[in-house]
């Protein structure tokens, strides 16, 4: 990651990255063994979680500059806006094909990658599958 800050930065934007990887989301999500499995739902709703936790504590949200923060903030609401219009529950969908083809989550990784653009960072497929 080419960012200088904390670990709990590195973290909360490595799970950024992690939602804006295909890659990540083909070799973790997709193809993820019964030891190394990441429900990409999750993925999704507990970085989203932390985030908002991050930019709304008085106390956490020093950390991160106003750009750092509106770019999260704004990231947050996208992929809030996105997330739902994923149909998560239909059976009748693989999670191949939610990663693969569906235009929403197309939209969410986009997101991402703007998100950590505009924060100025930036990982390798290897540290997003670092555990």
């Known amino acids: 990651m080419h960012l200088e800050s904390s670990t709990a930065k590195h973290r909360i934007l490595r799970n950024v990255a992690r939602i804006g990887s295909q890659a990540y989301q083909e070799h973790a999500c997709v193809q ?3 030891e190394k499995y990441v429900l990409l739902d999750e993925l ?8 908002e936790h991050e930019i709304t504590n008085e106390v956490l949200a020093t950390k991160w500059s106003q750009v750092e923060r509106d770019a999260l903030r704004d990231f947050v609401d996208r992929v809030n806006h996105l997330f739902d219009q994923i149909a998560w529950q239909d059976e009748s969908l693989t999670l191949a094909s939610i990663v693969h083809e569906d235009p929403s989550m197309q939209m969410i990784r986009d997101a991402a990658n703007e998100c950590l653009r505009q924060v100025r960072a930036s990982f390798s497929v290897e540290e997003l599958l670092a555990d």
């Not at 999704?44 to 985030?51: I, M, V």
């Open 32 to 34: 993820g063994t019964s």
């Open 44 to 51: 999704l709703e507990t970085t989203l979680s932390s985030l």
